[in-house]
Nanobody, 119 residues
Framework: QVQLVESGGGSVQPGGSLRLSCAAS????????MAWYRQAPGKQRELVAD???????SYQEFVKGRFTISRDNAKNTVYLQLNSLKPEDTAVYYC?????????????WGKGILVNVSS
């Protein structure tokens, strides 16, 4: 089994920055796509950004130009740099990764980490 553990969250003022990390551990074969999702209070979980194993990235419109996703395949770690944070970015941020084992795809989720943006 693979575990994903997020770190780096916390409280920050509007306009500030944070860097989230998510490290995968356990019986890893090869994690393909990795992503960050978030869930604000009273809202559904939504995709923020994703990155393929080759490093191709995509972002949701509401974070383009402010957030940057990256990964270190040797460390099985994905990062999310959050800049120019706004109060509406307040949410629990979840790390996601998937593996393909033969014909089976396995999805993995972290437990989430809180990012709170307020003055």
């Amino acid at each position: 089994q693979v575990q994903l553990v997020e770190s780096g969250g916390g409280s920050v003022q509007p306009g500030g920055s944070l860097r989230l990390s998510c490290a995968a551990s356990g019986r890893i074969f090869r994690i393909n796509d990795m992503a960050w999702y978030r869930q604000a209070p009273g809202k559904q979980r939504e995709l923020v950004a994703d990155i393929t194993i080759s490093g191709s990235t995509s972002y949701q419109e509401f974070v383009k130009g402010r957030f940057t996703i990256s990964r270190d395949n040797a460390k099985n770690t994905v990062y999310l740099q959050l800049n120019s944070l706004k109060p509406e970015d307040t949410a629990v941020y979840y790390c996601y990764g998937d593996e393909e084992l033969g014909h089976e795809r396995r999805d993995y989720w972290g437990k989430g980490i809180l990012v709170n943006v307020s003055s």
